[in-house]
Structures are given as structure tokens and as C-alpha cells.
């Protein structure tokens, strides 16, 4: 069984930073598409960004240009750096790698 722990997250101000990281147990990250969703308060789940094997990188509109998503596959690790942090970012981050694994989530709050 596959196991995801996200870390990184945190409280933090209107504007500011922070990197998510998810480390995966196993021997197949490198080959699986990894993703990071996100659920506020009283929203679905949704998904943030994600980042395939190959290296290419997809993202929500809403954090274009201020999110960036990467791995590392040598340390089985993937990152969510987001900068130009707003309220409505506040949310539990995910972790997701698309066979059925998801991570125990990791809360970010936004503060004006």
C-alpha cells in the first residue's frame, strides 16, 4: 500500500509563501502522475495542480502565476511552492497520485 505524507503548511499572511512537500513510499513514484488538490471550507475537493511523469505541469486558473508544482523523483517527493498567498487559498492540500492514494492532508490559512 502506498502511503503519501504531505508537510509544509501552515498560517500565514496575505501575500506570503509557503512549499508543500509529499513524500511517497514505493518504487513507482517516478512513473505515476502526481497531483495536489484542495478543499476549503464548504467546497468539493479540487484539483490545484499536477505534474506527469514526463514533467509536464498543469494548474487551476485561479493559481496560474503564483503556484508552481515539481518533483524530485530521486527523493520519491513532490512540491507545491505557492507565493502571493490570498484568503481564498486557505484550504486542506492534498496530495493525490492517481491510483486511489491520498495523503492525510496539510491545512493552509491565509490570513489578511
Known amino acids: 500500500q502506498v502511503q503519501l505524507v504531505e508537510s509544509g503548511g501552515g498560517l500565514v499572511q496575505f501575500g506570503g509563501s509557503l512549499r508543500l512537500s509529499c513524500v511517497a513510499s514505493?518504487?513507482?513514484?517516478?512513473?505515476?502522475?502526481m497531483a495536489w488538490f484542495r478543499q476549503g471550507p464548504g467546497n468539493q475537493r479540487e484539483l490545484v495542480a499536477s505534474i506527469t511523469s514526463g514533467g509536464t505541469t498543469n494548474y487551476q486558473a485561479s493559481v496560474k502565476g503564483r503556484f508552481s508544482i515539481s518533483r524530485d523523483n530521486a527523493k520519491n517527493t513532490v512540491y507545491l511552492q505557492m507565493n502571493s498567498l490570498k484568503p481564498e487559498d486557505t484550504a486542506v492540500y492534498y496530495c493525490?497520485?492517481?491510483?486511489?492514494?491520498w495523503g492525510q492532508g496539510t491545512q493552509v490559512t491565509v490570513s489578511l
Open positions: 493525490y497520485n492517481f491510483k486511489g492514494n
Open positions: 514505493g518504487s513507482m513514484f517516478s512513473r505515476n502522475t
